[in-house]
């Protein structure tokens, strides 16, 4: 598959000539990438073009002009605050995935090739003039045969063969990065690709989509204040999409301050209901895809990104929610520990440590006062800070936290989230025990029990089983014997190639005695042997003494560093 990608090498140049034009150029120059394949130099940008321009703002930059699978890359790394540091992610959501509309005869094309049926057998009409035109695919509004007001989704023609192509490049491009950069973090390039690879190719199977507008269908059919759009299945493949039309406006276009309100409480009553009632959640539910119906009802479109929370990672996500409120650093760090995959041993005294003073930092004393938009992004930065991966769900849903709680700024200023919340938090966490009526210390306390409750039958079976199925082992870790395997696996090296260019010498010596072959009276054995043994020597010192201590390119030193609040 990459030998195929390098077929298409204008297009790596494209890229190479991007990349330096826009101040990442080394980069390439640290990598072995043009050791590959000639590339082009490019225009940098000159030093004052770089000092005027952040890192972030020239990343996202970077991206638009590469098209629509680097644009959709950026897209994602916008919902995983756990990945980039916070500028840059802040950048990345202001990608616009826009493009050059394709005509309608184009349209109608794909239609006939995903539903194996001429487009006028399957709607009335189609508006020519398209809702929007993006990079993966174009939407219009339509009729059916049966008169219902529709819009279908249409991919664009070839868009996968060109994704495929950019997915090759990128995979090779992140694993010569992985050689140069020295923050890799607990993410490797070549993973963040990995999962950008599955995230695209749902994205590019419309059916996916269908099934999640299904399911967010079914868990808000007794709540009659929601509208969720109905799928046409015989109107829908894999890549046609046809669902009803929904004409409103965006909730934060509604101008009666009545109005505000009740839309503000129902964001907020909707939110729980999806995140501890259902367990699935909208992942972008900024104010585009909440619209406000004529008849007074809010309606919920774009479900291309939605996140799945399990019975457990419910109750674990409610009592980080009280554990924030009330500003206990241990709860939350013994919490952040157990629902991460922690790369290496976590220092959990210095972990708590920061998380309290991070905790403090905001005065965090009520639900009321929880910011979401940094507190959980800072959360989450700690988290990676100390080798923690977090699961992709509890990023997505900082993500989606994010643009709610703009949406209710926007639609009420003045909301008392503490109070609009508290009840769901007491049902959920006390089961009718009032918080109001527990003292701080007593609150740590419960939660913690019920923390432990929950874990230590779950690690004492697991430690019985092990002892009695002779599995039980104890694992040793620790920066000293990295290095101490890293040296002793040197050494080996440097040992074996010591006897192969020693025994290339004494094997030289023995054909000088001998002279079996000759050339003008050049003996060309012993001249062979003697190559051979400088090339091994030299290969070996040049990489011990050279390529092992060449440090990788830092790339903190081109991010600003956050002012501390």
Known sequence: MLREAFQDLARLRQISAIVVRHGFGELLARSRLRDKVPLPEGEAPSPEELRRLSTARRFRELLSDLGPTFIKLGQVLSTRADLLPAEVVDELRGLQDAAPPIPLETVRAQIERALRRPADEAFAWIDPTPLASASIAQVHRARTKGGDEVVVKVQRPDIERKIETDLDLLDYLARALEAVVEEVG???????????????????????????????????????????PKVFDELS???????????????????????????????????????????????????????????????IIDFGLVGRLSPEMQQTLVM??????????????RLLYRVGIPDARTNLAAFRGDIAALLSRYRVKSLKNVEASSLLRDLLDLAVRYRIRIPKDYALLSRASVSAEGVLRQLDPDLDIGATTMPYVRQ???????????????????????????????????????????????????????????????????????????????????????????????PIVAVIAIALAAMLFGSVATWYFVLVRIKKLRISRWLPRRSSR
């Open 237 to 299: 493949a894999r890549s046609v999409l046809t669902m009803s039309y929904l004409q409103g406006i965006k909730i934060t276009d509604v101008e009666e301050p009545e109005t505000r309100k009740l839309l503000a409480q129902r964001v907020v009553e909707e939110s729980f209901h999806q995140l501890f009632d259902d367990g699935l959640f909208h992942g972008d539910p900024h104010p585009g895809n909440l619209l406000y119906l004529p008849d007074g009802r809010t309606a």
């Open 428 to 522: 959920l966490l006390f089961g009718g025990l009032s918080p109001a009526s527990l003292q701080g210390g007593l609150l740590k306390g419960v939660l913690r029990l019920q923390e432990m409750a929950q874990d230590l039958p779950t690690q004492l079976s697991q430690i019985l089983l092990d002892l009695e199925g002779g599995k039980f082992a104890v694992n040793v870790q620790g920066r000293p014997f990295e290095d101490l395997t890293d040296a002793l696996r040197r050494v080996s090296v440097v040992l074996l190639v010591g006897m192969l260019g020693s025994s290339l010498v004494v094997g030289a010596v023995i054909s000088l005695a001998r002279e079996p072959w000759s050339f003008h009276g050049v």
């Open 186 to 228: 607990v993410y490797t390039p070549s993973g963040i690709v990995e999962e950008f690879d599955r995230a695209i190719h749902e994205e590019l199977d419309f059916e996916n989509e269908a099934k999640n507008i299904r399911e967010f269908a079914q868990k808000n059919e007794g709540r009659p204040a929601i509208v969720i």
């Open 320 to 333: 980080l929610t009280v554990a924030v409120a009330i500003g206990d650093a241990d709860t939350v760090a």
